[in-house]
């Protein structure tokens, strides 16, 4: 029975930390002219505040200054 829930904890975890993250949710508009710093940090920030995923950037061309990325 231990195992069992030991199983269903790392699943449970290892789905929270699958999530995606995509920055037109948060506001980015891949139109290249759109300065889409602020979207694309929020995005990247909640990622990292979760645990981790990943940061979706559906096609398009994205305008935007320096980043703070962490591990």
Do not use: H, W
Not at 2 to 27: E, F, H, M, P, W
Not at 28 to 48: F, M, N, S, W, Y
Not at 51 to 61: D, H, Q
């Amino acid at each position: 029975m231990k195992t069992l829930i030991a199983v269903i904890v790392a699943l449970a975890v290892s789905r929270a930390s699958a999530r995606v993250y995509n920055v037109l949710d948060y506001g980015a508009k891949p139109d290249g002219t759109t300065l889409d710093t602020a979207a694309i940090q929020k995005a990247l920030d909640e990622c990292g505040d979760a645990g981790g995923g990943t940061v979706e950037f559906p096609a398009g061309n994205y305008l935007s200054e320096p980043l703070v990325l962490r591990s």
